[in-house]
């Protein structure tokens, strides 16, 4: 895996992708021994992005606690502009 031209596929899609659209985190456990190397696998589709985290239990672990932590977060903006407005 080239990690410069993962980052540059990454660069290339505006931010709002990850941000405004849904974000699905899948953690596969495989006990083959050939196909028992860790990866991560971002697949951008029109209304959502997956990534998929294979025999790394430790990453998925911290992309989902960030990615809860980001949900928690909006929703605490919302109340605040919310309450602003009220």
């Known amino acids: 895996m080239n990690i410069f031209k993962t980052f540059e596929t990454f660069l290339k899609e505006p931010l709002s992708i990850l941000r405004d659209n849904f ?3 899948v953690s596969i ?3 083959n021994i050939f196909e028992n ?4 696998d971002v697949s951008l ?14 990453v ?3 992309l989902s606690i960030a990615q809860h932590r980001a949900e928690v977060k ?12 009220a």
């Open 23 to 25: 974000i699905q985190i």
């Open 74 to 85: 909006r929703k605490q903006q919302k109340e605040v502009e919310e309450s602003e407005t």
């Open 60 to 62: 998925y672990n911290l």
């Open 29 to 31: 456990q495989t006990e």
């Open 37 to 40: 190397k860790p990866s991560i």
């Open 45 to 58: 589709m029109k209304n959502k992005a997956q990534l998929t985290v294979v025999n790394n239990e430790k």
